[in-house]
């Protein structure tokens, strides 16, 4: 009696654990975007902090924060009274040389002229010592002349090379204190948006001190960071949906313009800049943005949730399949990652078998199921 109760409860046990269990496979989907998640802040492509290229008392400003400026505009100067002296003295200095080069050239014609007079006279008396009606020693004397003569020529042609000497360098020293007058004078380098203003009126600057910060007009974008682990299909062009922290209501959009050749060494992130189609009409520098990447739409594909994979590498593993209705193991290959964290598979599935996605007991190779289709998310 006892070894039959015990016989109809190991059939019982046994009929209760081959019994179908149910299981739900994944279905195939259409139009399946692949989006990658990367949250950044808000950055400007050009930013400058401009300043004098010497230093001095800061006597006008004629910019402040939020002000929009034009290339060429003028924002700053410095004291100007020193450097202007400076300027009408390397001024005069160049008007002397060029008087000097007309002196000197004054002078050349005068010795040529003189040298020209000695050697006629030299000429003459040489052909009348012959007749002796000049001695030899007014002979000697006319040679002689002559002679001084063309030292007077020499000594004025070196003359004028010098004073052309120093009128290059008076030309170069007004250039010189002319191009520091200037620098006392800070313009915009192009059409900007203030940031910030560093200094006030009165305040003594060095050279290179920052005077104000400015973002070039229309040079917003985003910088995302994505992990190295989803930024491998990410390219330039690609579409961005991007949502700003103090506008959660809106929708933006951009393209990739820019990812970075180098990757954060401490956080392993990608850096990728992201150029927004319709950004707000205020923009805040470093405002946090969340950025949906679309690096794929698949046309057709058969996704599995990450949690049913196992022994998932990045690039392969395992998942159930029913095959004939009985559970099987099989190892898959995969490719994209969608953002709710499903797998699409791409090789490995035999024709006709269907992956299971859930299932609601503890499986084994060959079970009997149950099969219903998963709702596509």
Known sequence: ????????????????????????????????????????????????????EVGAALAELHADHGDRVTKGQVLA???????????????????????????????????????????????RKQALVGRDIVSQQVAEEAVRDEAVAKADVVVAESEIASARAQLTDAKAQVQFEETLLRHRTLVAPYDAIVIERHKELGTVVKAGDPIFTLIAAGSYWGLAYVDEARAGFINEGQRVDARLRSRPQEAFTGKVERIGLE??????????YIKGDNPPPR????????????????????????????????????VWTVEAGRLQRRFVKFRHRTEDARLEIVDGVPEGARVVVSLDSDPKEGRAVRVSEARPQ
């Open 1 to 52: 009696m006892a070894t039959g109760v015990i016989a109809a409860i190991m059939l019982g046990f046994a009929i209760y654990g081959n019994r179908p269990i149910s299981v739900q496979v994944a279905a195939e989907e259409r139009n399946v975007p692949v989006r990658v998640f990367g949250l950044g802040t808000v950055e400007a492509r050009v930013l400058s902090k401009i300043g004098f």
């Open 77 to 123: 100067r410095l004291s100007l009274g020193e450097q202007e002296a400076k300027v009408a003295k390397a001024r005069a200095a160049l008007e002397i040389a060029t008087v000097n080069i007309t002196r000197a050239e004054a002078n050349l014609e005068k010795a040529q002229a003189v040298l020209a007079q000695k050697q006629e006279a030299n000429r």
């Open 263 to 272: 990757s954060d060494r401490v956080t392993e992130e990608r850096r990728v």
């Open 283 to 318: 923009v805040f520098l470093g405002e946090q943005v969340e950025f949906w990447i679309t690096v794929a739409t698949l046309d057709e594909a058969l996704l599995v949730p990450a949690a049913a994979v196992h022994g998932y590498d990045g690039r392969q593993g395992t």
